[in-house]
């Protein structure tokens, strides 16, 4: 029987990388009895990370998806990356997850992508729960990392949690719901009640007037505190449920998951915490009309979807993820994508688990599930039933920051290379390719040498395409910082005949790349507007200061000058080349600059050395702090200067400080580093 809505809980783990999301993941599979055997990172054995590429480098690399059952409940359970390159993998996730398990060590607290995936988590309203992992390592510290959640993510963070540390040894919990003390037992998964000692006790009491603080806000949950002196557990999970939800609060649980101790009590706090696809309310949508729209999250209301997720697999094809908001499906029903309007039968409906897929018969609200061979729909799509036709809220998706160029080894090799470079792109949105018009080069951007090395190894070993690579290049830009106007009028005679024509341009300062056509419909023909716009777009591709693409601007074509007797479509487009670059000539354009900030964590011996090579960097030093032992540095950096920076920071340290970065802004670039990109443009042309 199909589990209810009410009894569905769709969670995603989030954390920084080497948190130990995987780990936990597998964990909670091992306890659920999906698995009966625990896999290993290390060891390249687990169920979540199966591409080849994960298993040998230890890292998750793209979303997997699973279910597991656990008390009466169902649960979804997405394990997404931690490395800030696939950070998009993320993003989509949280686009249709219902809660989240954000992980942090114990060890190294709140890390850099740590604040990243918080920050995706707020921006898509996702409830979530605390879990500081690594409680059995040396040096785990509970209560900084519950510090950081407060200061450095703004998280009302509250325990719900304290471990027992013995000879800093981690060797048992207290529940401050229950105010009740557990130690791990010998055998797997048992926890023991005991009794706790005086210092423990003071500690778990001191931590419980917190958590009831923050859980009776209620006034007539504070009449019946303050008549009765105490309320049930019952009472303060329904009023816990109502907080994390509401997102008041954080609660905080602690563990490790390498050693499976505390993930039963984490599992209970899932279920009974975290909301199911129907708790929050209706979801909201734009109408055929252009008009705000809401359907209520019900299985008896129109079926509505969102494709979030697209996996090629060169032996079995293309899998879409879905996410049901509305309605039920069953196989073989037809839906139409409201992007393009096209109908599309869906009849191989699959169950994730992992890498592998069952087919089931019918899907309700608020399932993940793929449908197989899906053709024509991307991430971010919606997918509607008979009586609705809403367009639900997209993916944020970031630009792309780096690329490689890539060639084929010969011409017979070229058009499989092109396909299987589609199929990438296709399925990873934060993959984008384009032709560079001078070389003829195919150009792969990607959010970071990393993310470039996988699709590259992807190509080669996933798709067999055997190309050239060459090095990562830093993705610029080129924008303007005022209004600028460039008006050209080209005359020319070919064949004896005379050919006119007239285009006025003025440009400024955008976001991303907007175009506006002021010039009537009816002055010019469609063939000379669409050879004017060419004309813009040409130069777009390459600016004019060092041959980067221009972005960040507002375009508008103001004044054709258009004679019939005497038009042609090559004097216009090159009229528009010209004018559109006198505009950008006019308009104070810059080089802008791909810039990320920069967190190291290094011991205090080594700060200066740590300091001097930010700043030969190009960095500015914007924070240090110290705790005992080690300096935590935030700065922010030219990407362009951080390639080689893994291999110095460990010979600077002797291999003993981390770091971590994230793609901050796009900022003006130094005179030199334009002066060095035209010394590259001119030996190229």
């Known amino acids: 029987m199909a589990t209810q809505p009410s009894n569905v809980r769709n969670i ?58 656990w008390r009466e409940h169902q649960i979804n359970l997405v394990d997404t990356p931690g490395h800030v390159d696939f950070t998009v993998e993320v993003e989509r996730c949280l686009r249709v997850l219902d809660g989240a398990v954000a992980v942090f060590s114990a060890t190294e607290g709140v890390e850099s992508q740590s604040e990243t995936v918080w920050r995706q988590a707020d ?22 990392c519950v510090d950081e959640m407060q200061t450095r993510l703004g998280a009302e963070a509250v325990c719900f949690q304290i471990p027992i540390m013995e000879d800093e040894e981690f060797v048992g919990f207290v529940d401050l719901i229950a105010l009740q003390a557990f130690r791990f037992g010998e055998e797997p998964l048992e926890l023991v009640a005991v009794q706790m000692d005086e210092h423990v006790a003071d500690e778990a009491e001191f931590a419980r007037e917190l958590l009831l603080d923050a859980l009776v806000q209620d006034e007539e949950l504070l009449s019946s505190f303050i008549e009765g002196g105490t309320l049930s557990s019952e009472v303060l999970w329904t009023a816990a449920r109502e907080a994390v939800q509401n997102r008041a609060l954080v609660p905080v649980f602690c563990g490790s998951a390498f050693r499976n101790f505390a993930t039963v009590p984490l599992l209970d706090a899932i279920t009974r915490l975290l909301p199911s696809p129907i708790d929050q309310g209706p979801i909201q949508g734009v109408g055929a009309l252009g008009v705000s729209e809401t359907i209520a999250r019900d299985e008896d209301a129109p079926f509505v979807a969102l494709a979030f997720k697209q996996m090629n697999d060169p032996g079995m094809g293309k899998t ?23 109908r599309h039968r869906l009849s191989r409906l699959v169950q994730l688990y992992s890498n592998e897929a069952e087919r089931v018969p019918q899907v309700s609200v608020g399932a993940i599930f793929g449908v197989e061979g899906l053709e024509g729909v991307v991430t971010g799509d919606t997918l509607c039933g008979p009586g609705a036709s809403v367009v639900l809220e997209s993916i944020h998706v970031p630009e792309p920051v780096i690329y490689l160029a890539v060639r084929a080894l010969n011409a017979e090799s070229a058009p499989r290379m092109g396909e299987s470079l589609a199929a990438l792109v296709g399925e990873d949105p934060s993959l984008r390719l384009r032709r560079d018009e001078g070389t003829g080069d195919l150009l792969l951007y990607g959010m970071g040498k990393l993310h470039l090395e996988i699709a590259q190894d992807r190509l080669e070993r996933d798709y067999g395409v055997e190309a050239e690579f060459g090095r990562p290049q830093v993705a610029y830009k080129e924008a303007p910082t005022r209004v600028g106007l460039g008006t050209c009028t080209q005359q020319r005679v070919v064949n004896g005949r005379g050919h006119y024509g007239r285009v006025d341009v003025c440009v400024r300062p955008g976001s991303g790349r907007d175009m506006e056509d002021s010039v009537p419909r009816d002055n010019i023909p469609a063939s000379i507007r669409l050879a004017i716009w060419s004309g813009i777009e040409e130069v777009l591709k390459h600016g004019p200061l060092v041959g980067m693409p221009v972005s960040d601007v507002y375009v508008e074509l103001r004044h054709v000058d258009y004679r019939e007797v005497d038009a ?16 950008l000539a006019e308009s104070g354009l810059v080089l802008l600059e791909p810039r990320v900030e920069l967190q190291v964590k290094a011991p205090s011996e080594f700060l200066g050395q740590v300091l001097g090579d930010i700043s030969a960097r190009r960095g500015f030093i914007e924070q240090v702090d110290a705790t005992p032992g080690e300096e935590r540095v935030v700065a922010e950096v030219p990407l362009a200067e951080m390639f080689g920076y893994a291999t110095r920071l460990r010979s600077q340290t002797q291999g003993r400080a981390t770091y971590g970065t994230k793609l901050r802004r796009y900022a003006p670039a130094a ?9 590259t443009e001119s030996r190229l042309t």
């Open 12 to 69: 995603g783990i989030l954390a920084h990388i080497d948190a130990g999301k995987t780990t936990l993941s597998e964990r909670i599979l091992y306890c659920s009895g999906a698995l009966r055997r625990m896999g290993d990172v290390d060891d390249g054995t687990t169920v979540m990370d199966w591409m080849a590429q994960e298993q040998e480098r230890g890292i998750t690399i793209t979303a997997a998806s699973t279910v597991v059952d």
């Open 568 to 583: 042609n479509e090559s004097v216009f487009r090159a009229a528009a080349r010209t004018a559109f670059r006198r505009a």
């Open 671 to 679: 005179l030199q580093v334009v002066e060095s990109l035209r010394e």
């Open 123 to 144: 921006r898509y309203g996702v409830p979530r729960i605390a879990f500081v992992n690594k409680m059995d390592r040396v040096g785990a510290d509970f209560e900084r």
């Open 320 to 342: 879409s993820w879905l996410r049901v908001y509305t309605g039920k499906l069953t196989a073989g029903d037809a839906v139409v994508n409201t992007r393009t309007g096209e």
